[in-house]
């Protein structure tokens, strides 16, 4: 469903609107971080110099909703010219648990190291991911060396200044639901603010290319310093046949875009839900695709009648 500020809000906003010039349209995409290789090498029981790499791309989110870092392979050479070898490939998620396991025996022409068997391990969640590599060759008595290469650090994160406001159970359209128009993680509006389960956010959008186009794609993440929470698009700020005319895809022009926040508010009265919409009001930092390990204060917004700030 459109989410649409509040009226009061929306009227505490109006001073700003008409001091200041309006800009149209959200900041660009997040660009996904290009390609980068890791490399690393071990000595294996038999002496056998053995290199290795991973070739790993940017994050993107997948059909689940859960963010992914792409692996294009994990690779490995050595000085021989063809050697029977014994290899496994690893990939463990952020926390340790082990995804996958690539186990070959397989004789392989390495050209005196000009040439890399590889494999291509699933893609594991972003954020620290690691797959480790082992090796050595086939049958002749001594132990496989192994090296580890974690996800490298990305630096696709973005800060920029957002004009913020929220919205409640009780003015969602329609009003008391939760009821939202890009589910991602969350079948209604929802979420916790942690990174696994971040809260639904509503952001501007625009029907003036004849198809209905979202300032930030559905399942963008967004961190915010003053709540310490994390957010994740899924929802659209802006009612009626041209939305592009109104908020949130038009913001004030001292800030980069407007976001909406799902304030919740069930549990409580209308007026406490209102209350704590308009305590968040404001311009404030934002960093758009964070990664995991942000500082988290995780709950709702507002619930039975409290409020985060």
Same mark, same amino acid.
Request: glycine residues 12%; aromatic residues 8%; proline residues 6%.
């Given at each position: ?39 690393? *090498?071990?000595?294996? $029981?038999? @002496? ?6 991973? &070739?790993?791309? +940017?994050?993107?989110? %997948? !059909? ?122 969350? *079948?209604?509006?929802? $979420?916790? @603010? ?6 639904? &956010?509503?952001? +501007?959008?625009?029907? %003036? !290319? ?100």
């Amino acid at each position: 469903m459109h989410a649409l500020p509040s009226t009061s809000r929306l009227l505490i906003l109006a001073a700003g609107i008409i001091a200041a010039a309006l800009v149209v349209g959200g900041a660009a995409p997040v660009v996904h971080a290009a390609g980068t290789t890791t490399t690393a *090498s071990c000595i294996d $029981g038999g @002496g056998i110099t053995w290199r290795t790499k991973v &070739v790993w791309g +940017g994050r993107y989110t %997948a !059909s689940d909703g859960v963010q992914k870092v792409s692996v294009g392979v994990a690779g490995w050479t050595t000085n021989a010219r063809t050697m029977a070898t014994d290899s496994t490939v690893k990939t463990y998620s952020r926390a340790g648990s082990r995804l996958q396991t690539l186990n070959r025996t397989a004789p392989f022409m390495y050209a005196s190291g000009a040439a890399y068997d590889s494999r291509n391990p699933l893609n594991p969640p972003a954020g620290a991911a690691k797959i480790t590599i082992s090796v050595g060759k086939d049958n002749d008595g001594f132990g496989n060396c192994r090296t580890t290469h974690i996800q490298p650090t990305e630096s696709t994160e973005t800060g920029i200044t957002a004009y913020v406001t929220g919205y409640t159970y009780f003015d969602n359209t329609p009003p008391g639901s939760a009821a939202i128009s890009n589910p991602v993680l969350h *079948s209604q509006a929802g $979420g916790t @603010g942690t990174y696994e389960d971040p809260i639904t &956010v509503a952001v +501007g959008h625009s029907r %003036a !290319s004849g198809r209905d186009v979202l300032d930030y794609p559905a399942g963008t993440r967004f961190y915010m310093h003053y709540l310490k929470r994390y957010f994740i698009v899924e929802d659209t700020c802006g009612d009626g046949s041209f939305p592009e005319t109104g908020p949130c895809h038009v913001h004030p022009s001292n800030v980069s875009a407007w976001l909406d926040i799902w304030v919740d508010g069930q549990g409580g009265s209308e007026s406490s839900a209102t209350s704590c919409a308009e305590r968040i009001t404001g311009n404030q930092p934002v960093i758009i695709n964070p990664g995991p390990g942000l500082t988290v204060t995780a709950g709702p917004v507002s619930k039975n009648g409290t409020c985060a700030i």
